[in-house]
């Protein structure tokens, strides 16, 4: 029996998290990979690894961020933590200013989103 990795296993079970919430079975995630099903089982199981080919399909596929998939977290979330952790350390007096100067920079920047072709 092979041994586990501990990222193989995480990875693995952030595949099989991303594959159920988007409603595949590994059938039917494993034919679009290209891999068997039982391919695919290894992976989930952190029995094997997946490729840095496979891990670009499955972001592309399920329209989700590598961070996902390899540490867990939607991309969006580890950078609201880390604003969150670098706002918590602004003194309190400087927190009504550094408040006025991202509402102003956040307006500015959707503003400028608006403005954009695609944007809707």
């Known amino acids: ?15 099989h998290a ?5 409603g595949y ?3 039917a ?3 679009l990979l290209d891999i068997t099903p039982n391919h695919l089982s290894a992976i989930e199981r952190g029995l094997s690894g997946a490729s840095l080919e496979m891990i670009e399909k499955l ?6 961020s590598a961070d ?3 540490f867990g977290e939607r991309q969006t979330e580890a950078f609201e ?9 602004v003194k309190e007096e400087y927190r009504p200013q550094v408040q006025k100067v991202l509402s102003a ?5 959707l503003k400028q989103g608006s403005k954009e072709p695609n944007s809707g």
């Open 81 to 89: 933590t880390r604003l969150a952790a670098q706002l918590g350390m």
């Open 1 to 15: 029996m092979r041994s586990k990795k501990p990222i193989n296993v995480r990875v693995g079970l952030n595949i």
């Open 59 to 64: 972001c592309s596929l399920f329209g989700i």
């Open 105 to 109: 920079l956040l307006e500015i920047l």
């Open 25 to 27: 079975t590994q059938e």
């Open 29 to 31: 995630l494993s034919e």
């Open 18 to 22: 991303a594959r159920e919430a988007a």
């Open 68 to 70: 996902y998939l390899i």
